[in-house]
Every structure is written in C-alpha cells, then in structure tokens.
C-alpha cells in the first residue's frame, strides 16, 4: 500500500514540516478499507537540491610484478560533477572507481571503468566511466663503474693541468638492462679550471646524470689539481 501525505505546511516551513496522515491518505488494494493510520502527524525534513565537483580517485587492487614498482596513477577525467541533498554532499570529498586489478604486471595498464559514488544519498549528475592508467617500471638499481676519468674543462691558452687522483669511481641508478651496459666511456666526469691561474687547487667533480641513469655519488667527490 501507498500513503499520500498532506503538505500544507510546507510554504510556511520549507525544511522540516508535520505532514498529515488519515486513513483516505493510504491507497490500498481493491477491496480492502482502511480504517486507521497512524500516527496522524508525520515529521518530515526537506533539504535543498545542490551539486558540486569532487576529485576521482582510482582504486587499485593487487601488485605489479616482482622487480617493477607504480611509478603513477592518472585518472581521465580528474573530476566530476556530482548532485544530492546538502547534507550528504557537505560530506562528500571524492568520488570513486571500480578496481583495478593488477596481476603481476610489467608493463603499464589501462582499463576504462565504472565512476560511483560511496554515499547512496549522492549521485553522478551525469554517469560516466574513467580512464585509469597504472604506469609501471622497473626497479631502478644501483651500480658502480669504475675508471672514469676526470677531464679537466676551460683550462686558459698555454696552461697545463694535471688532477690525482686521475680518475673516479661513479655510482649511478636506473633500470638494471641499462646499468649492465654503462661503461666509464658513457660517463662524462668534469673539474672546471674557469679562471684559475697557476698553483695548486682541491676542486669538485661533477657527474651529469643523463636519460640512462641518475647520479648517486663519485668517489672521490673532489681532486687535487696542478696548473702550471
């Protein structure tokens, strides 16, 4: 059965009212009468109709696989457009994504899934599906090569220099295929002589990291050089 309830008062208390209930109020089935209903007074509360956006935040279940990492999840579209009485939407910081699983993968994943909402008092304005994509990568590794020599750069015209020790030791981090193949000759450590006149001088090595591999350290950071 269906119960009709007066709004009388409704233009007078537009967010909580007393609505009236009597028994020719209820829609029964053919045949049946209602005698009583009850209570003859029913509180109800209104509450205005608003909308808001909120970030998407994708869930993802599961793990890449052993030796890679999630190096970054994105979203498409970062936002949406969500409606729903005050209340519920005062609270309400995000939506939400179906999951998605991960099965011990190495390359990166992209799935199209469902947008909802945690709070059933919400909705989507409009419904739609985000794109999520999981970007996965190698572990990156250290490695350590040896032998690198030390070039001595902007020494002035008629000028010699010489640097102990003559080479250093570089340790280097990226993806482990990449390592097994850097030699010293890949590797461009640098003392700048801009400036500098005759004598003796304790000066910094600078290792430049390239797309191959970041720097972590050179042994030794600094060496001795002579210009004569």
Known sequence: MDAFIGLDELERAPEAVLGDLAPDHIRAPFGVEVSYAGPATVPLV????????????PQVEGDPAPGCVIVRITVEPAEVEVEGPESALRELSQATTEP???????APVRETVT????NSAARLRSPQNAVVTVMIQPVPTEGTVGAVPVRLKQLAPGQR???TPPNVTVTVRGEDEALKKLGADAIE????????????YTLPVRVSPSRLFGVVRVDPPQVQVTIR
Do not use: M, N, W, Y
């Open 46 to 57: 209104f509450e205005r109709q608003i909308t808001k956006r909120v970030p998407v935040v």
């Open 100 to 106: 998605v699983e991960l099965k011990a993968s190495a």
């Open 115 to 118: 947008i909802g909402i945690l």
């Open 161 to 163: 220099a010489q640097c």
């Open 189 to 200: 450590a640098e003392v700048d002589l801009a400036g500098l006149g005759p004598g003796r």
